[in-house]
């Protein structure tokens, strides 16, 4: 009889595990946190066509939208997705892929000519190895091309970019000592982490935490990004 009372508490345990994974894991979790306590999401072509009121009606405020790749890139329903989102109520910022087989200064170029001046969010540089060039500078090369897209579209927009970055690009280009105001970028971090909040020696310096990577929301068919942010 013990025996069997024990395995039918295992199972009891191991089923409530089961179920708060997959709620954690599911496409609508949503975590709470009081460090990150406002909830967006960011898109590029690849979501189609969205209906902007209904993302705003489910409680996102705020949406990054993919603007640029590389030299010569623009998304092409960036411009159709930042009016609707604005006109829906939504803080709107625009983010450029990084490429590692194109200069900085012409991708700085590019994005500022595809993003119009006016309001918005901080810009973002996205850093990545998925989906980008083969060929992969070294560590101090990537650095000093990121610094120069970020001076150059300070310059331009009046706003300090954030850099985001994944867990892999973060390893392989840069340290804690880059991000902060005295840090050699001067600037702070969007952090792509699934599910599991940002690490110590980072999380001081994060704005933006990427939490999902197929998420769903009312109003986009497919699945999409999720992120919390801090206050403003």
């Known amino acids: 009889m013990r025996r069997r009372v024990a395995a039918v508490t295992l199972l009891a345990l191991a089923a409530a595990l089961s179920a708060a994974l997959l709620w954690r894991t599911g496409p609508r ?3 709470g946190s009081d460090d990150f306590p406002r909830f967006g999401i960011d898109i590029s072509h690849h979501q189609g066509n969205v ?3 209904r993302v705003a009606a489910d409680g996102v405020g705020f949406a990054y939208l993919k603007a640029t790749e590389g030299g010569d890139w623009v998304d092409p329903r960036f411009a159709q997705n930042r009016a609707q989102a ?3 109520g939504l803080e709107v910022g625009a983010y450029h892929f990084f490429t590692f087989c194109r200069d900085a200064r012409a991708q700085a170029q590019n994005f500022l000519a ?3 001046a006016g309001p918005m969010l ?3 540089l996205d850093v990545e190895f998925g989906g980008n060039c083969a060929a992969v500078p070294g560590r101090e090369a990537v650095r000093a091309s990121v610094l120069e897209w970020l001076d150059l579209v300070e310059q331009g927009t009046g706003q300090r970019p954030l850099v985001y ?3 892999q690009a973060l390893a392989a280009f840069f340290e804690p000592a880059d991000f902060g105001p005295a840090g050699r970028l001067r600037t702070r971090l969007w952090y792509r982490r699934l599910f599991v909040e940002p690490p110590k020696d980072y999380a001081e310096h994060v704005d933006v935490w990427q939490y999902h ?3 769903q929301v009312d109003g986009i068919a497919g699945p999409v990004d999720l992120n919390l942010a801090r206050a403003r």
């Open 29 to 31: 979790y949503r975590p």
């Open 165 to 167: 970055v994944t867990e």
């Open 114 to 116: 595809a993003v119009p």
């Open 86 to 88: 604005r006109a829906a």
């Open 51 to 53: 209906d902007w009121r």
């Open 122 to 124: 901080p810009p973002v």
């Open 213 to 215: 990577a197929r998420g």
